[in-house]
């Protein structure tokens, strides 16, 4: 465990040693388990949150938020879909890396600039896109930005733009302009609210 000392001094971590009581079973998956239920009936914190890939972990996030808690997710994108959507977010590692230049040869052997594997990736996304904005469009046929960013949550937790190849949510609907239409909005205060259209 040497390799943990300096990181969890760094944070300030107490670490906690768990011992396997029998070959072949995780004690520490149980433990943790009991420790989260304790915290959950302790009445002192409002949000719990998850760094796991395991799917063990998937009825404790269920039974979390059937009190009313907020549950957020940290794992690979390995992570089963069951233990994704028990969360109400779902952070993916890979997205928490800093972000490489995608370089693809093209059928010359010439390098295609990078983001051309973006545009393909940002096609990916125009089913949740569209469902999102099927729930979050209003009477004039707009949908402000953050409802669609809150609908496309509540049907995959693990959405993230930056899984298509975009930093931001806007940037990922400006890569569909033969789909969505996109404005601005000043409002009285002179934030700018963005808002999309179906075309």
Request: aromatic letters at 10%.
């Amino acid at each position: 465990m040497d390799g943990w000392k300096d990181t969890l001094q760094t944070h300030a971590i107490q670490p906690i040693q768990q011992f396997r009581y029998t070959i072949g079973k995780n004690a520490t998956d149980s433990a943790m388990i009991i420790d989260a239920m304790d915290l959950l009936y302790s009445g002192t914190v409002d949000a719990f949150c998850l760094v796991s890939s395991d799917s063990d972990y998937t009825r404790l996030a269920m039974r979390i938020r059937e009190k009313g808690f907020f549950v957020m997710g940290i794992g690979q994108k390995k992570t089963p879909r069951a233990f994704v959507n028990a969360c109400d977010m779902f952070v993916y590692t890979e997205n928490l890396l800093p972000p490489k230049p995608i370089k693809k040869r093209s059928a010359r052997g010439k390098k295609e600039p990078a983001g051309a594997e973006s545009k393909e990736a940002a096609m990916d996304a125009a089913p949740l896109l569209k469902q999102a904005f099927s729930y979050a469009v209003q009477e004039d046929g707009w949908a402000f930005l953050g409802a669609l960013g809150h609908h496309l949550r509540q049907l995959d937790p693990g959405f993230d733009a930056r899984s298509y190849g975009h930093s931001q949510l806007s940037s990922l609907i400006r890569a569909h302009p033969k789909l969505f239409e996109l404005k601005e909005v000043k409002g009285e205060d002179g934030n700018i609210a963005l808002y999309v259209k179906l075309k």
